[in-house]
């Protein structure tokens, strides 16, 4: 177990890299620079592949191997860093083509890693399988974001980007040597094809994909985990993503901004979502834990609401407990964000096998599809009602999320009682 998640967490790591870059770098660069809100929130929209990968994860599922997919990803992701460096952030559309290829080739990636992670680990593995898959990439969205936030004011856009470029290289050497050989395309699409004739002889070689699709969405508990994906992350993002820009606009330093909500805020995320994953793993019942944790959220939520509402200019006891509320939100983020990846794993892990990374896979576009469209309107959102009736409405839609629970199938609560039951007789 312990080389399984040393590899998926170096994995996870690089796919972590651009989003910390256009999440949290870009944002204050551009905030910074005069930038609107609007026109930062529109920027968002260059991480459509990631809103629209599972369409092309039947197509990794069925082709080539994990790893042949990982290894020609790196060996893109090499050449972008580098025409990223030759790319100043002032010339906003060839920035943009690189961002584009940035989020195409890592959203690519991530489906062959998530496949590798299906494979790899057991029931009782999935818990600590997604601290590596959420901290990972924590960790990457840290140096991504934070950290080259902080080192923009020592170095330059074109040393930063070749940074990554070096980072690439020796990820593809870990790839070589540490992430295990996984069936082929072929096999599967063997183990596939013999299960449809068994139910269905007569589909065409055009309809597989369309097979595909119908034994995800007919699985156990699918759809109403596909409405708490969309749904979970929406109040918590929303201010998560607002908060650093309404610092900015209030005066306090980019620099400033970048360290606490880019490294520190995001070192406490890594320890939730450390505490998230051991709590899931071995014989917790994640529906449960969900409920009292999301249910508890409420509190750092409340806490920034009322700080946006009483914030005096030039206060240090205000930013002071602005950064104190945002850092328990991310504290309480990283536990939820661990517990909701691992019921995504076990949803996946009652899916066919042969679809079970494009299911899981369909799962984690759309958690990121439910964020990605709610943070594109954010900007004009903010821009129309101002901050404090934003955040009333980021405290609403968390609140949902603890009803939305309640309403979990007994298809899922009954599974995760199985193998809780199981564990014990082991």
Same mark, same amino acid.
Request: with cysteine.
């Given at each position: 177990m312990f080389m399984n998640v040393v590899f998926l967490t170096c994995l996870y790591f690089i796919q972590g890299l651009p989003y910390g870059l256009q999440s949290r770098f870009l944002p204050v660069y551009f905030r910074s620079h005069g930038m609107s809100l609007t026109e930062i929130s529109l920027f968002k929209l260059l991480l459509t592949p990631w809103m629209l990968k599972a369409f092309w994860a039947p197509f990794?599922?069925?082709?080539?191997?994990?790893?042949?997919? %990982?290894?020609?990803?790196?060996?893109?992701?090499?050449?972008?860093?580098?025409? +990223?460096?030759? $790319?100043?952030?002032?010339?906003?559309?060839?920035?943009?083509?690189? %961002? #584009?290829? #940035?989020?195409? %080739?890592?959203?690519?990636?991530?489906?062959?890693?998530?496949?590798?992670?299906?494979?790899? %680990?057991?029931?009782?593995?999935?818990?600590?399988?997604?601290?590596?898959?959420?901290?990972?990439?924590?960790?990457?969205?840290?140096?991504?974001?934070?950290?080259?936030?902080?080192?923009?004011?020592?170095?330059?856009?074109?040393?930063?980007?070749?940074?990554?470029?070096?980072?690439?290289?020796?990820?593809?050497?870990?790839? =070589?040597?540490? !992430?295990?050989? $996984?069936?082929?395309?072929?096999?599967?699409?063997?183990?596939?094809?013999?299960s449809e004739e068994k139910n269905a002889e007569k589909v065409t070689k055009k309809a597989w994909i369309l097979q595909y699709y119908t034994e995800i969405f007919q699985s156990p508990g699918t759809l109403w985990m596909i409405g708490f994906v969309l749904l979970y992350k929406l109040g918590e993002q929303g201010a998560l993503n607002m908060l650093p820009l309404f610092l900015i606009d209030k005066g306090i330093p980019a620099s400033t901004v970048g360290f606490w909500t880019g490294?520190?805020?995001?070192?406490?995320?890594?320890? +939730?979502?450390? !505490?998230?994953? =051991?709590?899931?793993? +071995?014989?917790? !019942? $994640?529906?449960? #834990?969900?409920?009292?944790?999301? =249910?508890?959220?409420?509190?750092?939520?409340?806490?920034?609401?009322l700080v946006i509402f009483s914030w005096v200019d030039s206060s240090q006891i205000c930013f002071v407990l602005a950064i104190v509320s945002m850092c328990l939100m991310?504290?309480?983020?990283?536990?939820?964000?661990?517990?909701? #990846?691992?019921?995504?794993?076990?949803?996946?892990?009652?899916?066919?096998?042969?679809?079970?990374?494009?299911?899981?896979?369909?799962?984690?576009?759309?958690?990121?599809?439910?964020k990605l469209l709610f943070s594109v309107s954010l900007g004009s959102v903010t821009d129309a009602i101002g901050y404090e009736n934003v955040f009333i409405l980021f405290l609403v839609l968390t609140t949902l999320v603890i009803s939305f629970l309640q309403s979990c199938p007994e298809e899922l609560i009954h599974h995760q009682e199985e193998v809780s039951v199981k564990d014990k007789s082991e």
């Open positions: 990794v599922d069925k082709y080539g191997t994990k790893k042949s997919w %990982l290894g020609w990803s790196m060996v893109g992701l090499i050449f972008t860093c580098l025409t +990223g460096a030759c $790319t100043p952030p002032q010339n906003i559309v060839p920035l943009a083509g690189v %961002l #584009f290829l #940035f989020n195409l %080739l890592t959203s690519t990636q991530d489906i062959a890693v998530d496949g590798i992670a299906i494979h790899v %680990l057991s029931e009782s593995e999935l818990g600590y399988g997604n601290i590596a898959q959420v901290v990972g990439y924590k960790l990457g969205s840290i140096f991504g974001g934070g950290v080259l936030t902080w080192l923009s004011d020592y170095m330059e856009w074109s040393s930063l980007l070749f940074s990554l470029a070096v980072a690439y290289v020796i990820s593809l050497m870990n790839v =070589a040597v540490l !992430v295990p050989q $996984t069936d082929d395309g072929k096999k599967e699409s063997e183990e596939k094809d013999s490294v520190v805020g995001q070192v406490l995320s890594i320890f +939730g979502s450390i !505490v998230g994953g =051991a709590a899931v793993s +071995g014989t917790s !019942v $994640t529906i449960s #834990f969900l409920q009292n944790v999301c =249910a508890f959220r409420l509190v750092p939520m409340l806490f920034t609401t991310l504290l309480v983020s990283g536990i939820v964000t661990t517990a909701t #990846f691992t019921l995504m794993m076990q949803c996946s892990k009652r899916a066919p096998s042969h679809v079970q990374a494009s299911h899981y896979t369909t799962l984690a576009t759309l958690e990121v599809v439910g």
